[in-house]
């Protein structure tokens, strides 16, 4: 029996956005299912949009020009940290603390800094456990710097326009876990948290950006698995995230996933 | 005369834009920002609100040049649309069609041979011709057709509108369309080293 098409009719006046009712309803249906249609609502709605062109013409004024680029400076990003590309086999990712997923965590760094202060007077006569914890403080002094300056760099992808949360979900089978990815795709930029067991002997996780075609790539290993520690990484220009996932590799990382997904989350 | 300069393509400006280049935006401002006004205005009758939309619609080009695979689609198509798509929304107070607004489900495979908009020329051409096309229309045909994209109105409005059964609306925008079908086909076969 030979497929009924939709009436050419209805698709010239689909295109126009001029269907109504259930003459649009049926129309949407029929096209789903039936590339033949499809094709020709296509070719339709380009010829519709050519018909744009028929407009008398009208210049904006320069003035449209000149706020319209205003407005993109004001939005730009500056510079950011995460510029490194990643080679094969996959580098380590840098870990960067933030407060966008814990907001405690800043505290947490303080309240460290003042512990270790707290021991170093307790201990004041102590001499070498004094350098001790002289050198324990230096680390936590160098940490809180390290942290302000990623909870700037979180706070500015946050606010960035077109930055989305992903929701990493734990896999079937799987380690207890989950996480979250902020994504940029104008920027490139990817900072990753979440929960998870620390990877068994000789395994490392690693995270991939799964793009709407072609390979996934390989955005770094980690084995922080503390959300207070998130790690960010850079996408190559030009790739767009479809998903994330993290999966468990042979440590250092592999060129392409081999090991089960532990962790997916889908662009939405 | 050297032969005349190729335009960047929109591609390679698209390129620029997602790594940042507000020249390439600009660039395609320049190019593109003349026939969209103009569709604009004839929507909203009012520069102002073309003025707003234009601006938006070239912003979100900058924020989301990413997602709009070159390969897939016309750059001009698509702001055509969009561009469209919003005004009428303006004017209607209805919804934009969202599907319509993501580069990734628009997937326009080129623009007619006769059609290269990236090129000053050919776009004033294209222009031209589509104009004397709509002319060539019977005046009840053109109505429907002008009804339908300027207006936005659904065949349903425009038999209301115009008193004609739905079926005559239904037939003089397929008349409309055929014509204009033919019309660009015609005038691509007539004009030589056009391809």
């Known amino acids: 029996m030979t497929k009924q098409h939709a009436n050419p009719e209805d698709t010239d006046l689909y295109a126009l956005g001029a269907l109504d009712g259930g003459e649009l309803e049926a129309f949407e249906a029929h096209v789903r299912s039936c590339s033949v249609c499809a094709q020709e609502v296509e070719a339709a709605r380009l010829r519709v949009a050519l018909l744009g062109l028929a407009a008398p013409a009208v210049a904006p004024p320069p003035s449209v ?16 940290p995460w510029t490194e590309r990643r080679q094969e086999p996959a580098k380590p990712m840098r870990v960067r603390s933030s407060t966008w997923l814990t907001p405690a965590f800043g505290t947490a760094a303080v309240f460290f800094a003042a512990l270790a202060a ?3 007077m307790k201990d004041l006569r102590d001499s070498k456990r004094i350098e001790n914890l002289q050198a324990q403080l230096a680390v936590a002094q160098a940490q809180s710097v390290q942290i302000a300056k990623a909870a700037a760099d979180a706070d500015q992808l946050v606010g960035s326009p077109g930055t989305m949360r992903v929701a990493l979900a734990q896999q ?8 979250g990815v902020l994504y940029n795709a104008r920027m490139g930029a990817v900072m990753y948290a979440g929960v998870m067991p620390p990877a068994p002997a000789g395994k490392s996780y690693q995270l991939w950006l799964v793009p709407a075609s072609g390979a996934p790539v390989s955005l770094g290993v980690f084995s922080v698995t503390d959300p207070n520690m998130p790690v960010s990484a850079h996408v190559p220009p030009g790739i767009v995230a479809k998903a994330f996932a993290v999966t468990l590799e042979p440590q250092g990382g592999m060129p392409q996933p081999t090991g089960p997904k532990v962790l997916v989350g889908v662009v939405s | 005369m050297t032969a005349s300069m190729q335009p960047v393509p929109d591609s390679g400006l698209v390129e620029r834009i997602m790594a940042g280049d507000e020249s390439a935006l600009a660039a395609l401002y320049d190019r ?4 969209l006004f103009a569709m604009l205005v004839r929507i909203l009758r009012d520069t102002g609100a073309a003025e707003e939309v234009l601006q938006d619609l070239f912003l979100q080009l900058w924020r989301g040049a990413a997602r709009f695979d070159a390969s897939r689609g016309s750059m001009a198509a698509w702001l055509l649309v969009i561009g469209r798509n919003r005004a009428i929304s303006r004017l209607r107070g209805r919804e934009s069609r969202e599907i319509l607004e993501d580069p990734q489900e628009f997937s326009f495979e080129s623009l007619p ?7 000053e020329a050919s776009r004033m051409q294209l222009m031209g011709r589509l104009r004397a096309g709509l002319a060539t229309l019977p005046a009840e045909q053109r109505e429907v057709l002008e009804l339908a994209y300027f207006e936005g109105m659904t065949q349903t409005e425009i038999a209301a509108k115009t008193g004609s059964p739905l079926g005559t609306v239904k037939s003089r925008v397929r008349a409309a369309m ?4 033919q019309y660009f086909d015609d005038e691509t076969t007539r004009q030589p080293g056009r391809h």
Request: aromatic fraction near 4%; proline fraction near 7%; hydrophobic fraction near 35%.
């Open chain 1, 65 to 80: 020009k000149e706020s319209l680029m205003r407005r993109v400076r004001a939005e730009r990003i500056p510079e950011m």
């Open chain 1, 118 to 120: 707290l021991i170093w």
């Open chain 1, 172 to 179: 079937p089978g799987g380690p207890s876990g989950g996480a």
């Open chain 2, 32 to 35: 593109y920002a003349g026939m």
């Open chain 2, 113 to 119: 041979s006769s059609g290269n908009l990236e090129d």
């Open chain 2, 178 to 181: 055929q014509t204009l079908k």
